[in-house]
């Protein structure tokens, strides 16, 4: 999906011209062909515009000084989304406080939320109904405390299977499923009030 928030980086990263090392452009080539990805995982993680510059610009300057640790030919969006990742986490998750996810659930149940279908045509109203609700879920993210919301951004938003997502938080893919439905309750939670106006909801991720 990785299109629910029209998030763009626009801030600097990595050079990939006018270097003696050929090898070392082609893999900043490659990273820059990500960077949207980073910036949008990156600034739903931070809740803020100028840390998910930073959380990019950091993973950018590592996934570089980490070259040789990269096996050519494997998944580099799931590797450099782990580097983000663990850097936000020992960098701005631990010294954080979220909303506590049982103040949040309050019993709702989230049976039908990610069964509903979506609107039926791509028309102008259509569009309009997707850009709003593409800003109401980035608002509601920013609710959710971070061990839930990373397996949204990954896996309903990012488009990561279970076991890439698992690979990127480092758990078993059990807790990437369990946390991923505790996820989408509190999502639901979030933007009840608003779908229950609009008959709108998020889609289902199938079951690998």
């Known amino acids: 999906m990785d299109t629910t928030c029209t998030l763009g980086y626009t801030g600097w990263?990595?050079?990939?011209?006018?270097?003696?090392?050929?090898?070392?452009?082609?893999?900043?080539?490659?990273?820059?062909?990500?960077?949207?990805h980073l910036y949008r995982v990156a600034f739903h993680l931070a809740r803020n515009p100028d840390e998910a510059k930073d959380c990019v610009q950091e993973t950018c300057t590592r996934a570089l000084s980490a070259q040789g640790q990269f096996l050519p030919?494997?998944?580099?969006?799931?590797?450099?989304?782990?580097?983000?990742?663990?850097?936000?986490?020992?960098?701005?998750a631990r010294n954080k406080r979220t909303v506590a996810a049982e103040d949040l659930l309050d019993g709702t149940d989230a049976a039908d939320f990610w069964q509903a279908q979506a609107g039926d045509g791509p028309g102008p109203e259509s569009q309009v109904l997707d850009r709003e609700l593409g800003a109401k879920i980035g608002a509601a993210l920013k609710q959710i405390p971070e061990e839930f919301r990373a397996p949204i951004l990954l896996v309903d938003m990012g488009d990561f299977t279970y076991a890439e997502a698992a690979e990127v938080l480092s758990c078993p893919i059990g807790t990437v499923r369990s946390r991923l439905s505790r996820g989408r309750r509190l999502l639901q939670k979030q933007l009840s009030g608003y779908l229950g106006k609009t008959g709108t909801a998020g889609p289902a991720r199938p079951e690998e």
């Open 13 to 36: 990263a990595v050079s990939a011209t006018h270097s003696r090392n050929p090898a070392r452009d082609s893999f900043a080539t490659e990273i820059l062909t990500y960077l949207d």
């Open 73 to 92: 030919g494997s998944n580099m969006k799931a590797w450099l989304t782990r580097i983000l990742y663990n850097f936000f986490y020992d960098s701005y």
